[in-house]
Every structure is written in structure tokens, then in C-alpha cells.
């Protein structure tokens, strides 16, 4: 079965200045898919960015970017220039390709931004 | 388009009772799932479906049910409510199996007592 972990239950930064977000993750697949969902106090979990396994490049989202180290199992984001509204639970999740919809959760992570 | 709807937002049950959470989506997706939030542990699949008619468990699914005879809808039913299952429940849809978006409700907070 796969695994997600998310080993820090809270971070913190300041406004405008840059944090990052850890994330492993155990499978035996190969060709999977990797998620980074955001969830603000309103209980909505929106989709920051995804990353697919056979793809090496690190896909970016304007402020948001990855470091995805297939072998090392770990999918890392990056909040640059971090701003109030980034104040949320973030969640890392895994989907096996042709998994359908099921989607394996981290225990997530709670970002604090002060201002 | 409303997304992916979920009624009620919040429910109080006593332990024993049943109920039915309801899941709506109007985009015509394939894939639809439910899985709760409880702290610390991320969300967790309870229940998944493939297209209307298919139905499988997920990793927590015991103690509720689902059914899907449309396309739109996929109700979660709590047999007999149990404080073990004080959660936030979630629903979700998605077009295919790729790298698409799962879309989500908006939540349902539920309360055994």
C-alpha cells in the first residue's frame, strides 16, 4: 500500500519571504501522480499543483514550484514571496496511475504566515 | 456549473441513528469518491466509484455504504452512527484517471454523540 508523509505538522514564515514544505512518499509504482492540495479555514481543498511521476521537469505554478526527487521519493513545495492568503493546511497526495480517483493523503501540514 | 455539491454542511447524530450524506456533481464525471478528515491524518478513502453502477471499498469502509445509480449522484450511508465516526466527510469527482483534478465538495462536518 502507498504511504504519504508529511513531516511537519506546522510551519511558519514571514510575509514575502520564501518556505518550503516537505513530502515523502512510498510506492512500488513507477508511473503515479503527485498533488499538493491547499485547505483555508472555509473546509475547500484546492488543487496548488501536481506533478506527474515520468515527467523529471518540476512543474511551477506562479509562486508555487516543486522539487520532486523520484528516486529519493519526495515531493517538496515552495511558497515564494508567501502571502496572508497562503495561511492554510496544505496536503500532499499520491495516485497511482489508473487508480481512478483514489487519492492517498498526508497528514498535512499547517502554514502560518505572519505579516 | 455548481461543481461538486454535498448536503448537509453539518450534522448532529446520536449514536444508532442513520443517515445519508449526499454528493452531487453536474460535470458529467466518471470517477466519484468519499473520504473522511480526521486531524493529524489527512483524508482517507472510504468509498470510490468507477461510473454508475461500480462501486468499490477504500481504505476505511467499514460501517458505511454507497450506491451509484447515476452518473450525478453517489450518497455515503452511515448504517449506525458511532462517535468513532465524528469527521469532516468529503466527496469527490474526477473526468478520467490521468492527471486531471479531483474536484471537491465543500465538506460535511458530522458529530456522533
Known amino acids: 500500500a502507498q504511504t504519504v508523509t508529511q513531516s511537519q505538522p506546522e510551519m511558519s514564515v514571514q510575509e514575502a519571504e520564501t518556505v518550503t514544505l516537505s513530502c515523502t512518499y512510498d510506492?512500488?509504482?513507477?508511473?503515479?501522480?503527485l498533488f499538493w492540495y491547499k485547505q483555508p479555514p472555509s473546509r475547500q481543498m484546492i488543487l496548488v499543483i501536481r506533478?506527474?511521476?515520468?515527467?523529471?521537469q518540476n512543474a511551477t505554478e506562479n509562486r508555487f514550484s516543486v522539487n520532486f526527487q523520484k528516486a529519493a521519493k519526495s515531493f517538496s513545495l515552495k511558497i515564494s514571496d508567501s502571502q496572508l492568503g497562503d495561511a492554510a493546511m496544505y496536503f500532499c497526495?499520491?495516485?497511482?496511475?489508473?487508480?481512478?480517483?483514489?487519492?492517498?493523503f498526508g497528514g498535512g501540514t499547517r502554514l502560518m504566515v505572519k505579516p | 456549473n455548481a461543481g461538486v455539491t454535498q448536503t448537509p454542511k453539518f450534522q448532529v447524530l446520536k449514536t444508532g441513528q442513520s443517515m445519508t450524506l449526499q454528493c452531487a456533481q453536474d460535470?458529467?464525471?466518471?470517477?466519484m469518491s468519499w473520504y473522511r478528515q480526521d486531524p493529524g491524518m489527512g483524508l482517507r478513502l472510504i468509498h470510490y466509484?468507477?461510473?454508475?453502477?461500480?462501486?468499490d471499498q477504500g481504505e476505511v469502509p467499514n460501517g458505511y455504504n454507497v450506491s451509484r445509480s447515476t452518473t450525478e449522484d453517489f450518497p455515503l450511508r452511515l448504517l449506525s452512527a458511532a462517535p468513532s465516526q465524528t469527521s469532516v466527510y468529503f466527496c469527490?469527482?474526477?473526468?478520467?484517471?490521468?492527471?486531471?483534478?479531483?474536484?471537491f465538495g465543500q465538506g460535511t462536518r458530522l458529530t456522533v454523540v
Open positions: 469527490a469527482s474526477s473526468p478520467d484517471q490521468g492527471n486531471t483534478e479531483a474536484f
Open positions: 510506492t512500488s509504482e513507477s508511473d503515479y501522480y
Open positions: 506533478q506527474e511521476a515520468y515527467k523529471q
Open positions: 497526495a499520491y495516485r497511482r496511475r489508473g487508480a481512478g480517483n483514489m487519492l492517498t
Open positions: 460535470m458529467n464525471h466518471e470517477y
Open positions: 466509484s468507477v461510473g454508475a453502477g461500480i462501486t
